[in-house]
């Protein structure tokens, strides 16, 4: 099936690795033009590389609002346009709530909730511009559920939801899409602590018995930026093995 991705300007935060890495080279393989952010300058253009497509690396730290705004507006008048967005920055710090510290609840709100926030702040008026575009924010399965170990996070990607849906309805007069891609448990750097004997524990609570793979996640991010996916909007998709089935 044609996606419809041909040709098209993508930004994808977070892509130098795991799922927004994933979901760099699968837009390279339908033809889109990549452009892949991420806080250290060599590791996006690395990535860039790697997809073997037509990849762009670009440094750039997605909490800082002014820097956000001047690097996307490099990219719109370098490329004309901006068709796609994919906020998959995120960091996890982990840890049962109050044993935790507002240092590592605020690193997590501000990459995982302002980053996204600034990303499309600086995106959404470029699309607007063009009457169209596709935003596809990555939250988590916790972000539903809650998750023990998890408060600050959940509660930052709990945001992301919500605020998707809310530049959902400002925007859809504007022809742009804004949807959620909620994974479960993937094999990511961020999930590297996991030992063999802890991922057999956790793989029981996972229907289909196995922890996904940044590929998983990264086909439906695609779809939703596809052509395919016009009349979805406002959707917080879980993609997690029946984890979680709401």
Not at 6 to 23: E, N, P, Q, Y
Not at 37 to 57: C, L
Not at 204 to 220: F, H, K, Q, V
Request: proline share 2%; hydrophobic share 45%; net charge neutral.
């Amino acid at each position: 099936m044609d996606l419809l991705l041909k040709d098209r300007v993508v930004l994808v935060t977070g892509g130098a690795s795991g799922i927004g890495k994933a979901t760099a080279a699968l837009l390279t393989k339908e033809g889109s033009r990549v452009v892949v952010i991420d806080r250290e300058a060599s590791a996006a253009e690395a990535a860039a590389r790697e997809t073997g497509g037509d990849a762009t690396g670009v440094g750039l730290d997605v909490t800082r609002f002014d820097d956000v705004r001047a690097a996307i507006g490099d990219i719109h008048g370098r490329f004309g346009r901006i068709d796609g967005l994919v906020n998959a920055a995120g960091v996890l710090a982990g840890g049962r709530f109050v044993e935790t510290e507002p240092a590592s609840w605020k690193r997590e709100i501000d990459v995982c909730l302002y980053g996204v926030l600034n990303c499309c702040h600086a995106t959404l008026p470029i699309m607007a511009s063009q009457n169209g575009g596709q935003i596809v924010n990555i939250a988590s399965d916790a972000a539903k559920v809650g998750e023990g170990q998890m408060a600050s996070y959940a509660a930052a990607k709990g945001a992301v939801v919500a605020f998707s849906k809310s530049i959902a309805k400002e925007h859809g007069r504007n022809a742009i899409n804004v949807n959620v891609v909620c994974p479960g448990t993937t094999k990511t750097a961020m999930t590297a602590f996991l030992t063999p004997e802890m991922e057999a524990k956790w793989i029981r609570s996972y229907p289909l018995r196995r922890l996904g793979e940044p590929l998983d996640i990264a086909n439906m991010i695609v779809f939703l930026l596809s052509g395919r996916a016009s009349w979805i909007t406002g959707q917080a998709i879980s993609v997690n093995g029946g984890y979680s089935m709401c």
